[in-house]
């Protein structure tokens, strides 16, 4: 009974963060090969095989980057390194491209707090920042390899 009580707030709470995604103007694609939030065509794709909990928390993420990618001036103040690896392909070994791309992502995951926050949603934060430290130190190693 108690999971399926927990299934049914959890489908509620991903639904919400759904309408939060079209409210803001953009799309969401949960049948995607990857995770990411494309602002050029203004769409959430997540993987296919994402459910539950992981696909609330990975909602939440990538809605933590569309929020950082609303406004481009802010964006491009913010993370100098990711604009110049958008104009040019050699500025994308760059240092501050890897340095700009791993601070994104540890502000997405904070966004994604916040706008838990803000739609009133339950979250297990203790588990939310678990889940996104496994994701962000993928960022760290490639961020800190040698090329
Ligand atoms: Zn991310």
Not at 21 to 32: A, H, Q
């Amino acid at each position: 009974m108690v999971r399926g009580l927990k299934t049914t707030v959890m489908k509620e709470q991903i639904a919400r963060i759904i309408d939060y995604i079209y409210e803001s103007g953009w799309m969401v694609n949960l049948n995607s090969r990857r995770n990411e939030a494309d602002h050029f065509s203004k769409c959430i794709n997540i993987n296919y095989q994402t459910r539950g909990k992981k696909l609330y928390w990975t909602l939440l993420h990538e809605c933590g980057h569309m929020i950082i990618r609303s406004n481009p001036a802010t964006f491009m103040c913010r993370y100098p390194g990711i604009t110049a690896a958008l104009v040019s392909e050699k500025a994308a070994g760059y240092t501050n491209y890897r340095v700009d791309t791993v601070r994104e992502e540890f502000n997405a995951w904070d966004e994604g707090e916040k706008l838990a926050e803000q739609l009133g949603l339950e979250l297990d934060k203790k588990a939310y920042r678990k889940f996104g430290n496994t994701c962000l130190l993928s960022y760290i190693k490639w961020c800190t390899k040698n090329k």
